[in-house]
């Protein structure tokens, strides 16, 4: 029994083990049902049939998950003192030379948080648009000569070399032009590195330090091309540091390196590095895919995209690119579109953390260490949430609020985050959205190149489609 502090009233805690259960086998539990590429798909499924929280087992070791937003959100806000994310996931990333800000805790998190907020804050962003600007433009001219060549364009695959090219430009200084290259660029080797992660955190014995399979063989190789490149990349801003010194940073990787080289900053070159592969990894894929999974949805409304199409050529005037930041104000469309697919299709799908201190959620005891996940989607696709949840509705998002539109809880779409640790890429992530997508608007139209029923969800740490393959021709 527990006292309420608040009430007076007693109440009776459920322990972890007292939840609900998947059927699952002895020794291993519900290991063998949770395939790491649909794991967010077995999960939703679980929760549709157990409510929450539930538990499974992974060897006997038991993971709680959990569907109510209000209570993630607490979570979200009481880190980095109360909570943490899955400990596991610092220690694989740590083995793979990159524990950076997104796995860093408690003290070594807040300078580097403060670091990667500056680099990524609204007024850099702004004074850096015209590089967006040339970036989006370059992408342009890659889709006019697919359009001309009717060839079928992996969006997937195209919007990465997209994001990559702007986070490189934007937090290192340097823009490495994979948008104009067809083969041999970084984003082959940062592929394999999500997938393993959602393999290895899962595990439940860390197989790979005792023993490598092909496919961690595989990983070894890229992550040795990975780290020569961040690497050369240091250098290179160490030498342009040197020949052309400036007082203030002129990028993150600067800002780094200067920190690193003050005496006694206890800042290794690894954590540099560490932190250059989270900021590529994090601004890779997210909003690559947020953006890839939109098109699911415009390929099959024409009118709008029609009506897209308007929008932009009226912002965009004779220039086939936003010409001004000021100008990206009038693109709220464009940015609800992606929203409303990531309500509909999270990209991510999953939260993982664990309490630094026994905690009670609700009216379970949670001991110190204990693995927990929250499920993103159930809340987006609840009716009392989200009216007509199943609706693809982007205007959802630009209707001012009254009850006459039905619900529309903000609190529940939590594909940033929240609190302190909140997605420090989201602005950045906002003016990518509505850039590429008010480009495409303005100059193509889009058809997918396969039956949309085709295309899978997939989980590789974010949730990703299968593929997006489309035809493009130029709008007339
Ligand atoms: C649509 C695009 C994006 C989505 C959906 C997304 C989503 C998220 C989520 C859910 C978190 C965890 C937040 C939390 O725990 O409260 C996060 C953290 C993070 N994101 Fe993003 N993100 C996106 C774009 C970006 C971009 C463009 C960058 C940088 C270039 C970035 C860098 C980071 C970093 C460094 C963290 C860790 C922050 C910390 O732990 O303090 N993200 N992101």
Redesign the pocket.
Known sequence: MDVDAATGHTTRMRQIADLPCPKGLPLIGNLHQLAPAKLHLILERWAEEFGTPFRFQIAGMPVTVWTDTELCQTI?RERPHRYR?YATLESVLEEIGCNG??SAEGAA?EPQ?RL?MQA?SIPHIKAFYPTLAAITERLRVRWARAAEQGSVVEMTEDLKRY?VDV?SAL?FGEDPHTIEKNRGVIQEHLALIFPMLMTRINAPFPYWRYIRLPRDRRVDRALVEVHRYVRQMMERARAHMRDDPSETPRHLLEAMLMMRDQPDSGITDDQVAANVL??LL??ED??AN?IAWALLYLADDKPLQQRMAGEARAALGASPICPDYGALKSLDLFEAVCTEA?RLKP??AI?SFEPLEDVCLQDVSLPAGSKHFFLNRPAMLDARNFAEPLKFDPDRWLRQRDAAHGAHEMRAY??????P??????H??SVEMRLVLSMLMANFTVDLAVDPDTIEEISAFTMVPSSMPVRLAVRP
């Open positions: 979200m994310r800000l997104f998190w948080r990667v990524l994001t986070t937090a989270t900021l994090a601004g997210t909003t947020s990531s990209v991510a939260n939590l594909q940033f985050g929240a609190g640790r909140v997605c420090p890429g989201r950045l992530a």
